[in-house]
């Protein structure tokens, strides 16, 4: 019985607004069918007594539903309003089978209840009426014989027919029931997800109605906000204890609801309990309904103050310097840059470099050095007007930035140098220094340039002894116009066509008796208007700017592929190798890479032409270059050998397997004995240190007979050949293979 039971739908579930709509509908029906009744009546037998009474009872019936209160009784009476309705009609169509479809009509139509009460009190009216009235008034009940006999049967007959198209009804109420149990357990359950990610998230969220009222508030956000559990009726966003910080920018919530996106800003508020600024990143979603009203706002907020502190912080550090805690270099440039950009005077630079400074740190330890540093810049910053920007760009050198003209640099570049005449005090004890100052003023432009102006300056004033200051002037603008023209030329030429911007030319080395020997490949640069331009005007710019490098590789590189395509006409070329090309790390290997890539040629056909300039400060990792470089079978030449500071002796520890004696060794030898005693040492002691001499730079017949007289193997110079553009190399010196005749 109870499994019978619960397969059985419970019947109610209908909320109120949902029932009373239905009852509304039903009852209206009801009422209708009195009209219908009233027209069918007098079409069938006129307004008889049978009409009058069923309008009789249908009537209070219909009044009563409208009028009582709660759902039982009122649906109990449109149900029983129902049973008269269809027993009127039968009666008045006296008994037609037809008419009892009115029943089953009528019972799908209470099914609209979900409600057992009126449904079975329907059951049962029909029941009974077929029963009594068949009893009754037969005629006017059924319209067969069979019926007539047995009222009762055809009665519980009828009841059974109603009851199993009740059954159908029934089914519906049940699925729609389980149906509306699944959809309450989803529904649940997106709740207790809601209620998860919203209530117990650590991140403070609220959901707000578009009038700003707070619908609902997460603990997360309650504690930031130190707001209580249950806000006040009417709590809206005014109410909330943080203020924009910024009270002229748009109300974020204005932002908020004007934006179809979600809105995600970082914003600064200040808290109306203390005072205190804080940064909020607000994260803000509006919930729309179908026809795109907004009904909620869904915000996050984070609370990014510590991370905004410490970002500043970072932020300061790059600014600093943090040895001496100055403006850092990048740092100095941007707000010199912003100063050229707003003063509308001029501005002016003054460089500072510590004389001598490598000494100091070299002699007093790195720790000196840097207490140095640190005294120092404490100095200089107390000894500058306020308000001026100083900075240290790196190592031992400074700047400061200020308005005004060249008198105020020059007046703060001596008041600077006058502060470093007292001694600093470093760990304990004084220590005198001194510095080179340079000035440089201008109005506007960019920074770099004052910049290095102003560090020009300070190159002169350090060539000319340090400890004093010098002035930017024309003279020094050429040079670093020169310099910065020379620059651009040579990034021009190395980006485009290389053969064509920067040819290399081949000038002969010979040896003893005249006999072509190799080649010493010398760069040279096409203007953009067809002139050629020696090294000199661009090889030093190359080397300050590092752009040496790519030059030096294109040299390289051309030089092996004449020296190939030369073959056997050719003994060997030999390359200039400039000091920053050498101190590249990636040297030694580009070059091994280059000889790997043409494995028929002999490694020693490539010479090296290294200066001694760039072996005098030389570390001894430049030393052990040249070693591997040998290593891998390549020869080095000392390049102009006797214009350096080196003794004869100082050549045994040099790992060269050749010494090009510099031209003016050689020019005017024929003249001067001085110059040939010389000559004869340097040979002698190359010969005992088993190294290949080439005297360079001889221009006349005479020179080249009187270092033949001193036994020098090999030159090179004009008299022999000019270098030369390769296809002219090809027609004139290895076609001819002997360069000088013989006496
Ligand atoms: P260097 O290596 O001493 O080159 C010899 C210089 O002397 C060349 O000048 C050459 O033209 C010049 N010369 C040759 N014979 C005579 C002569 O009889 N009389 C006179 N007065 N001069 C003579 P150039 O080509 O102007 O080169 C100058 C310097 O530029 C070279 O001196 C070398 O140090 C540098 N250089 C040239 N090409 C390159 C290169 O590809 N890379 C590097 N790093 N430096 C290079
Ligand atoms: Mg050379
Ligand atoms: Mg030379």
Redesign the pocket.
């Known amino acids: 019985m109870i499994r019978l039971m619960a397969l059985l739908p419970s019947g109610g579930g209908l909320r109120d607004e949902d029932w009373a709509r239905r009852h509304r509908l039903l009852t209206t029906i009801l009422a209708a069918t009195i009209v219908l009744l009233t027209a069918f009546g007098v079409f069938a037998d006129g307004l008889n007594g049978t009409w009058l009474t069923t309008v009789f009872l249908i009537l209070p019936c219909v009044i009563a539903a409208s009028r009582l209160p709660g759902r039982r009784l009122p649906s109990t009476f449109v149900a029983l309003g129902f049973v008269m309705a269809c027993g009127g009609f039968v009666a008045i169509a006296h008994g037609l089978t037809e008419a009892h479809f009115s029943f089953f009509i009528v019972i799908a139509a209470l099914a609209l209840y979900r409600d057992w009460t009126p449904f079975g009190m329907f059951l049962l009216g029909t029941t009974l009426h077929h029963g009594v009235f068949g009893v009754l008034v037969s005629n006017r009940t059924y319209d067969h014989d069979a019926a007539f006999a047995h009222p009762w049967t055809w009665a519980l007959l009828h009841a059974v027919a109603v009851l199993l198209a009740a059954g159908f009804q029934l089914v519906q109420w049940k699925m729609t029931e389980s149906e509306e149990r699944r959809s309450q357990q989803n529904l649940d359950e997106s709740q207790a997800q809601l209620s998860i990610a919203f209530d117990q998230t650590p991140v403070p969220m609220a959901m707000i109605s578009p009038e700003g009222r707070l619908l609902r508030t997460n603990e997360a956000y309650r504690g930031w906000l130190d707001l209580p559990e249950e806000l006040p009726a009417g709590f809206t966003v005014d109410d909330l204890p943080i203020t924009p910080a910024d009270a002229t920018s748009p109300g974020m919530f204005d932002h908020i609801l004007s934006a179809d996106e979600p809105v995600a800003t970082t914003r600064e508020y200040r808290r109306l309990d203390n005072g205190r600024h804080i940064w909020v990143d607000v994260h803000a979603t509006g919930l729309r309904d179908q026809r795109g009203r907004l009904r909620l706002i869904f915000v996050h907020c984070v609370d990014v103050t510590d991370n905004r502190r410490h970002q500043e912080e970072l932020r300061r550090q790059v600014r600093q310097d943090s040895l001496t805690g100055l403006l850092s270099r990048s740092a100095f440039e941007n707000d010199l840059s912003e100063l050229l950009a707003t003063e509308p005077d001029q501005v002016s630079v003054i460089y500072v470099d510590v004389d001598r400074f490598k000494s100091i740190n070299d002699g007093a330890g790195h720790t000196a050095g840097d207490d140095v540093l640190r005294a120092l810049s404490a100095r200089l910053a107390a000894t500058v007007p306020d308000g001026s920007l100083v900075a240290r760009l790196g190592g031992d050198e400074f700047v400061v930035a200020l308005p005004g003209g060249i008198e105020t640099a020059l007046r703060t570049g001596h008041g600077l140098l006058d502060a470093c005449a007292e001694p600093l005090l470093v760990d304990g004890g004084y220590l005198q220094i001194s510095i080179s100052v340079g000035v440089a003023s201008a109005s506007g432009g960019p920074a770099e340039a004052v910049v290095l102006a102003a560090d020009t300056a300070m190159y002169a004033a350090k060539r000319a002894g340090g400890n004093r200051v010098a002035e930017f002037n024309d003279t020094m603008r050429v040079a670093v116009q020169d310099r910065i023209a020379a620059e651009a030329r040579l990034r021009r030429a190395l980006a485009g066509d290389r053969d064509t911007a920067l040819p290399v030319w081949f ?1 002969p080395i010979v040896g003893a008796d005249g006999e072509l020997a190799g080649a ?4 040279r640069m096409r203007t953009p208007e067809g002139d050629i331009v ?3 005007l661009f ?1 030093p710019a190359a080397e300050e700017t590092g752009l ?1 490098v790519p030059l ?1 590789e294109h ?1 390289l590189n051309r030089a092996v592929r004449h020296l190939i395509e030369w073959g056997d006409q050719l003994g060997y070329v030999s ?4 000091p920053r ?1 050498l101190a590249e790390p990636d040297f030694v290997p580009d070059v091994a890479a280059l000889l790997a890539s043409h494995p028929g040629l002999d490694p020693s056909r490539l010479i090296l ?1 290294i ?1 001694e300039t760039a072996l005098l400060g030389s570390s001894l990792d430049v030393q052990q270059r040249l070693e591997m470089l040998k290593a891998i079978g390549v020869r080095i030449a000392l ?2 050998f006797g214009t350096g500071y080196s003794s004869l002796t100082w050549l045994q520890s040099i790992p060269a397997d050749i010494v090009k004696l510099d ?1 003016s060794f050689v020019a005017g030898l024929s003249a001067d004995p001085r110059k040939s005693s010389i000559i004869e040492a340097v040979l002698w002691l190359a010969r005992s240190l088993n190294m290949a001499v080439v005297a ?4 006349d017949e005479a020179d080249w007979e009187a270092l033949r007289a001193l036994g020098c193997p090999s030159a ?4 022999f050949s000019r ?1 030369l553009p390769p296809a002219e190399f090809e027609q004139k010196v290895l076609q001819r293979s002997r360069m000088a005749t013989t006496p």
């Open positions: 000038q010493e490949t010398l760069v020696g090294p000199n090889v040496i030096g040299v390359v200039n190798v400039s090309q032409e200066t390049d102009d031209r360079e730079g001889v221009e090179q110079g004009y008299y270098p």
